[in-house]
């Protein structure tokens, strides 16, 4: 599976994630405003790749960080939180961090460096 999993409560930073990754040649992935929404998403489907905002409407999305941990699912915590994200969750720590907002070329390559993870860890484990 390609789909690429975004958990995004902003609608406009949503629409722009969505929006740069289908530019960009990514034109499949999946976005929740909810924890709850992937969390139930996650219990069927296993995405290369994920972008997280740790904090969403429904609260900290720590089942998510390690759900993506403890499958090997390379992510991308994609928050405008000043704290340490890793205080929320030491799972977010696995992740790569950006800081909103940040160029698109940034997140586009943190998303093929993550895809390419997932890639080798599946062909390693082949």
């Known amino acids: 599976m390609t789909t690429i999993l975004i958990l995004e409560d902003e609608p406009f930073i949503a629409l722009d994630i969505e929006t740069i990754l289908e530019e960009r040649g990514h034109g499949d992935f999946v ?3 909810t924890k709850t929404e992937a969390d139930i998403w996650l219990k069927e489907n ?3 790749v994920a972008i997280v905002d740790p904090r969403l409407s429904d609260g900290v ?11 090997g699912i390379p992510f991308i ?21 950006l800081m909103k907002p940040t160029a698109p070329e940034v997140l586009v390559d943190a998303v093929e ?3 390419n993870c997932f890639e080798a860890r599946r062909n390693s484990a082949s």
Not at 61 to 71: I, S
Not at 77 to 85: D, I, L, M, R
């Open 113 to 115: 460096r993550a895809l």
């Open 46 to 48: 296993t995405p290369p």
């Open 61 to 71: 999305c720590t089942g998510v960080a390690r759900h993506l941990v403890d499958r």
């Open 31 to 33: 976005t929740f405003s």
């Open 77 to 97: 915590v994609y928050s405008g939180e000043t704290e340490s994200v890793s205080e929320l969750e030491p799972a977010f720590a696995q992740g790569e961090l």
